[in-house]
């Protein structure tokens, strides 16, 4: 019946963790005779994807590693952005054609 018990309490707990989220930050230093070598800077969330996305992070979704419809869900922003680069590359192109042509 402890076992029970217990189990209920963790259940408890990581639902508050990801209810409201939880941030671990740490950082690592390594010296030698007082020259820093290296730094790391390490910062960690735990939440819910709800109360991840309610707080502005939500980089899963556009990131094409994790989705395949990273662009689809920006309302085409990402194609919008290439096809308009494209159109910038293609009339640089034709401006230098025309320079090399003079």
Same mark, same amino acid.
């Given at each position: 019946?402890?076992?029970?018990? #217990?189990?209920? =309490?963790?259940?408890?707990?990581? #639902?508050?963790?990801?209810?409201? *989220?939880?941030?671990? $930050?740490?950082?690592?230093?390594?010296?030698?005779?007082?020259?820093? !070598?290296?730094?790391?800077?390490?910062?960690?969330?735990?939440?819910?994807?709800?109360?991840?996305?309610?707080? %502005?992070?939500?980089?899963?979704?556009? =990131?094409?590693?994790?989705?395949?419809?990273?662009? +689809?869900? #920006? %309302? *085409?922003?990402?194609?919008?952005?290439?096809?308009? !680069? +494209?159109? +910038?590359?293609?009339?640089? #192109?034709?401006?230098?054609?025309?320079?090399? $042509?003079?």
């Amino acid at each position: 019946m402890v076992h029970a018990t #217990e189990t209920s =309490n963790l259940a408890d707990l990581l #639902e508050r963790v990801l209810d409201k *989220g939880i941030v671990i $930050a740490g950082d690592i230093k390594v010296k030698l005779v007082d020259v820093e !070598l290296l730094t790391i800077q390490i910062r960690l969330l735990v939440a819910s994807v709800d109360k991840a996305r309610e707080m %502005g992070i939500d980089w899963w979704l556009r =990131n094409p590693d994790f989705t395949s419809r990273a662009e +689809r869900l #920006e %309302g *085409g922003e990402a194609a919008d952005d290439l096809a308009e !680069l +494209r159109r +910038r590359v293609a009339e640089l #192109e034709q401006r230098a054609a025309v320079a090399v $042509a003079k």
